[in-house]
Each structure stands twice: as structure tokens, then as C-alpha cells.
């Protein structure tokens, strides 16, 4: 007598065990019916990494709502709102600023060229500025933007052709220049020179530059969105470094907006709605706050008052005309920030 | 005459030419059309303008000047490498020829960054050079480190075979005939190598002007000083310049194409020219 190749008992659990794979990829399957891709830019890994384990929750317990996945997607947000434009199918985009959204409507034409009037506050549901990150007991003693522009000082700051918030590092500084007694565009435009001859190392985007600074140890002064240095501060060593606010910088409103387009074909338009207006809610606020983004909601700042010292902050439209203007004359091919380097 | 002489003697010459045709196209020759046609939707003033802008220059000087100097070191350590693999026997040998094969397999970000971190002022090698006044990190330097580093297998793997199919007994001959030791290896051992070297070198070249990964970490990415042609592509195509980034990517492919077939003429003449001497 030969054995038989499988005993049945074999079998039987050979057929459980496929039965329980069915169902397991049948609920994944439906788990993923609705999922969303959330385009993001780079350092708001930890919020939305928050931000969405709570809102899952949250749509759970709403009525129409139910069982959501959301996918992240993160890097510099030149590079992220081209993926966009090139076909990635993001359901909503959060991006650094309003000109790399503006770059998809006109480009792509996912959405209307007015997104931004769409949701409050610009659709900024959070705003941050920029500040300085130096090292423990700022040896270099730096206090506000012209120390940068002194000789010796090593700064860091990402490629403003790439990066968004080196974007703004760069406005912040030229409006700084503006704002002085006696400033005027050739003043602003010799202090920003000064600043990038002080540039030692130009990273394609602002996490880039955060390990240039911390971990390799280049630079005296890193030029950094707010948040991004509160959590330099918190995961890096709060011995080690210090959170030094210029005496004037910019409002940062990285904005958010739905991809009509994708979210119409993909039939996800509810969810996606619910998913940005929920970073206006209390909650949405609270975790902004909690990773270092200066909340809206008048109430959930007061609360976090203590963290985010007051600043006099300029806006892009009243100093730069809007970002379609001040693209077109500081960063384009051959415009200042190109002559800042090649007219030496 | 039979019909039989008129053909060829190996079979299949019409299949396989019509084979690497095809495969061709496919694979480089249409992705490289796309490149041109792109580029073509400008005016050749605007084609120049964009593509002769100081700041681009500054990049071909660098990459392509980079580029060159990291493959001749490598075809003089590659060569030495390969030397010593292939004439003497030492404990862990085998380890060292798989050594070679490296950075090949490692991914290019890996590369870039662990050099960075080894050449930064606060890494293990930073530390010790930068009181010295030798800064590798974020300078020019460090891009030629970075590309010494890939290229490195190229030259080894293609002079190694050549070299272990030259017998030891051409230098022993040419010892027997009274040649001292700097005749045999100029007369024997490097006219034989020397097309093997120039393949080396070509494909080290070609690999480091491409590029990308690896550089971008230790490159410091200053405009006029420390940027590379491949990042100035990618910084147009962030700013949604697609014509400008095609642009630059065309000058960068004709210029290379050039290079490479000066590279294969030089090599074709040395072959000819070595076998006049042998």
C-alpha cells in the first residue's frame, strides 16, 4: 500500500487555511474600497501621520461615513505637484504653497484656477512662519536677518528652485530688507545676496537640509519653517540647538484643496470633503498645534499660545503682489535669485 | 559558383540584424527621439539661450570635467586592481574581487549618503582632513569622490579577463630577450590592455555623466560651483520647465554621444596599431 500523497486531514486544513486567505483579501479588498491619497509636501509627515489616524476614527462615527484608508505621499513640493500634473491620482493635495497648487490647475486642469477661494482662510487650515535654528547658547549670536548676512556666518537653507519653503526663507528675508528704515529693493536685494554667499550647502528640499544642519553639522544658522525646527528641537536633542525669531517674517499658508477631477472618477468626493474640512475642525486644530503649525481656530491657538512667540508677520499678496508675481521675478530662469549667483 | 559561396557562413544574419534593430529602437533609440522632439518645439535662439546660460555652463564644466577625471584615476587604480587580482594569490582574494562588484549593487542614495556623512567635517574622515584645509563634503571634490567611487568596477571588470588571458610567459619571453622591466610592461602588458582600458573608461566616463543619486548628497548643489548638469534638468523640471529641461538633457546626450565614439575611434586605432607591434 502506498501512503496517500495528502491525508485528509491534509486537505482539510489546506482548504480552511484558503478560506481564510478568501476572506482575509475579500476584507481587504473592501477595507480598501475607500481609500484616499493625500499629495503632501516634506515635513508634514508627522502631522498627517496624526492627523489621519484620527480622522479614520472620526469618519467611522459619522453617519454616511464608514471604513477609510489613506495613503501619504511626501517630498519636495515642486517634485510632488508635478507627479500630479504627470498623472498621480491624489485625491486632495496639501502643498507648501499656493503657487505649486496654482502650477496643477493651470497645467493639468484638475480643478478650477480659484481653488483657493474654495475653503476658508485662503485654504490655509494652518499656517506656520519662518524662523532660525542655531546651535546651543548661539555662539554666533544671531538675532535677526541682517546677522546672516555677516561675513563668517554659515547658513543653511534649501534650493528655493525646488523647495517651497526656501521660497518663503527667501520673501521673509527680502521683506525684512524692505521693512527697515531707509529699505528699498537695491537694500534687499544686497542683503539676500550677502545671505546666500553665507550658503554653504543648497539641499533640494527642506528635510534635506535639517539633516545638512543636525546631523552633519554644517552651518551656524539654519533658515527653517517654524515647525520644522520645533521638531529638530523635540527629536533631535532639545539640548543642542535653539529657536531664534527674527524680529519680522512672513505668514506662511501652505494651502489644501480637493482634486475634482480624480475625486469625481474615483467617487470619493464625500470623503475627501470631510477629510480636509476636518483640519478645520477643533481637532483637525489640535493636532496642527501639536506638531508645531500655528492653528486658525482663535480658540485651539489660545491654547497653544505659549508655544509660538509673536512675530510681526508679513503676507506675500500685500509685500510681493501674490506668488504668480513674485515666482516670475525672483525665481525664474535668469530672475534675481539666478543673478544672485551668476553676476558676481 | 553555387549559390552557397554568395551567402554568408554564419546563418541568420538578416534575423538578428532585423532583431537588433527593433531592440534598439525600443529601448534607447525612441525614449532619445522623445528627448529631441520635445526639444525641437523651440527656436534654435531660445534652444541656445537656455542652454548657454552661465550658470548651465558652469555644470557641464563640472560634470563632464568630473566625469573625465574620475575614470582616468580609475584606470590607473582600476588597472593596479585588477594587476594585483589576477597575477598574485593572497588570503581573501575572493573577498576583494567581490568587493569590486559594490557599487554596482548598492543603491546610488546609499552611496551619496554614507560618503556624505564619512567626508562631512563631523564624519569619521571629515574630522581628520578638515583641520588639514582639505574640504570633500559639499565642494567639487566630493562630486569626484562620488563618481570615483561608481566607476571604479567598470575599469576592473573589464581589463580583469584581458589580463588573465595574457600569459605570463610574453613577459617571460620578453625578459629572455633582455627587456628590463619597465620595457616589458610598456611593449607587452599595456598595448595588449589598452583596448580593454579604453572600454573601462569609456563605460566608467559614461556612467558618471549621468549620475545622479549618489552626487546630489556630497555636492553641496551651489549654482556656479558645485551643481551637476543632471540637477539642473531636474531643477526645470520642478519649476514645470519641460522644453528647458529636454533642452539641457539634448546637449548633455550629443555631447556624450561624441565623447564616446572619439573614446571607440581611439580604441579601434589601438587595437590596429598593437597588432602592428605584435
Do not use: C
Not at chain 1, 499629495?39 to 469618519?59: C, G, M
Not at chain 1, 461615513?65 to 500634473?85: C, L, M, P, T, W
Not at chain 2, 551567402?7 to 528627448?35: D, E, K, N, Q, W
Not at chain 2, 568587493?99 to 560618503?115: E, K, Q, R, Y
Amino acid at each position: 500500500m502506498t501512503k496517500p500523497l495528502f491525508s485528509r486531514r491534509a486537505l482539510a486544513s489546506v482548504g480552511v487555511a484558503a478560506g481564510i486567505a478568501l476572506a482575509a483579501t475579500a476584507g481587504i479588498a473592501w477595507a480598501q474600497s475607500v481609500t484616499l491619497l493625500n499629495v503632501s509636501y516634506d515635513p508634514t509627515r508627522e502631522l498627517y501621520q496624526d492627523f489621519n489616524a484620527a480622522f479614520i476614527k472620526h469618519w467611522k462615527t459619522t453617519s454616511n461615513g464608514g471604513d477609510v484608508s489613506i495613503r501619504q505621499s511626501h517630498g519636495g513640493a515642486g517634485k510632488q505637484a508635478r507627479s500630479v500634473i504627470d498623472g498621480l491620482e491624489a485625491d486632495v493635495v496639501t502643498l507648501a504653497l499656493a503657487y505649486d497648487i496654482d502650477a496643477i490647475a493651470e497645467k493639468a486642469k484638475l480643478f478650477p484656477q480659484d481653488w483657493q477661494k474654495r475653503l476658508p482662510h485662503n485654504s490655509a487650515p494652518y499656517t506656520s512662519t519662518i524662523v532660525f535654528l542655531v546651535r546651543k547658547g548661539n555662539p554666533k549670536n544671531i538675532k535677526d536677518w541682517n546677522d546672516l548676512a555677516k561675513p563668517g556666518i554659515e547658513v543653511i537653507t534649501p534650493n528655493p528652485k525646488t523647495s517651497g519653503g526656501a521660497r518663503w526663507n527667501y520673501l521673509a528675508a527680502w521683506a525684512y530688507a524692505l521693512k527697515q528704515p531707509g529699505g528699498d529693493e537695491a537694500k534687499a536685494r544686497e542683503l539676500v545676496t550677502k545671505i546666500y554667499q553665507n550658503v554653504k550647502v543648497l539641499d533640494s528640499g527642506a528635510r534635506g537640509s535639517t539633516t545638512t544642519f543636525t546631523e552633519r553639522g554644517i552651518g551656524d544658522v539654519f533658515i527653517s519653517w517654524e515647525n520644522e525646527a520645533f521638531l529638530a528641537l523635540k527629536e533631535l536633542g532639545p539640548g543642542k540647538y535653539e529657536i531664534v525669531v527674527p524680529s519680522l517674517s512672513i505668514l506662511a499658508e501652505p494651502p489644501v484643496t480637493l482634486v475634482d477631477k480624480v475625486i469625481d472618477k474615483r467617487g470619493t468626493r464625500k470623503v475627501a470633503e470631510a477629510y480636509l474640512n476636518y483640519l478645520y475642525s477643533s481637532e483637525g486644530q489640535e493636532i496642527a498645534g501639536k506638531h508645531f503649525y500655528r492653528p486658525r481656530d482663535p480658540k485651539v491657538a489660545e491654547k497653544f499660545k505659549d508655544q509660538f512667540v509673536k512675530v510681526d508677520l508679513i503676507t506675500i499678496d500685500e509685500v510681493f503682489g501674490g506668488w504668480q508675481k513674485a515666482q516670475k521675478e525672483h525665481f525664474a530662469d535668469g530672475a534675481i535669485f539666478d543673478q544672485i549667483y551668476t553676476k558676481r | 559558383m553555387s549559390a552557397a559561396t554568395q551567402r554568408r557562413v554564419l546563418p541568420g544574419f538578416g534575423l538578428s540584424l532585423g532583431f537588433t534593430l527593433a531592440y534598439l529602437s525600443l529601448i534607447v533609440l525612441i525614449p532619445l527621439a522623445a528627448v529631441f522632439i520635445k526639444t525641437a518645439t523651440l527656436s534654435f535662439s531660445e534652444f541656445w539661450a537656455i542652454v548657454s546660460t552661465p550658470r548651465v555652463v558652469a555644470t557641464y564644466k563640472l560634470s563632464f570635467g568630473a566625469s573625465l577625471l574620475a575614470a582616468a584615476i580609475n584606470v590607473v587604480f582600476g588597472v593596479l586592481l585588477a594587476w594585483s587580482l589576477v597575477r598574485y594569490s593572497f588570503p581573501g582574494k575572493k573577498l576583494i574581487d567581490a568587493l569590486v562588484d559594490l557599487p554596482f549593487a548598492l543603491p546610488t542614495a546609499v552611496a551619496g549618503i554614507s560618503l556624505t556623512a564619512l567626508y562631512a567635517k563631523n564624519g569619521w574622515l571629515g574630522q581628520y582632513l578638515e583641520p588639514l584645509g582639505i574640504k570633500v563634503a559639499f565642494t567639487p571634490l566630493g562630486v569626484l569622490v562620488a563618481l570615483v567611487f561608481i566607476g571604479l568596477p567598470f575599469v576592473v571588470r573589464t581589463v580583469q579577463p584581458v589580463l588573465e588571458d595574457l600569459d605570463v610567459e610574453f613577459e617571460e619571453a620578453a625578459a629572455s630577450l633582455g627587456a628590463t622591466r619597465w620595457q616589458t610592461i610598456r611593449r607587452v602588458v599595456i598595448p595588449t590592455l589598452l583596448p580593454a582600458i579604453l572600454t573601462g573608461f569609456a563605460l566608467a566616463f559614461a556612467r558618471a555623466v549621468g549620475e545622479y543619486g549618489s552626487v546630489i548628497f556630497i555636492a553641496g548643489n551651489l549654482p556656479m560651483i558645485s551643481e551637476i548638469t543632471p540637477l539642473i534638468i531636474i531643477t526645470k523640471l520642478e519649476q514645470y520647465d519641460y522644453v528647458g529641461a529636454t533642452a539641457v538633457a539634448s546637449v548633455m546626450l550629443i555631447a556624450s554621444f561624441i565623447l564616446l565614439l572619439l573614446i571607440n575611434a581611439l580604441q579601434a586605432w589601438t587595437r590596429r596599431s598593437s597588432r602592428r607591434i605584435t
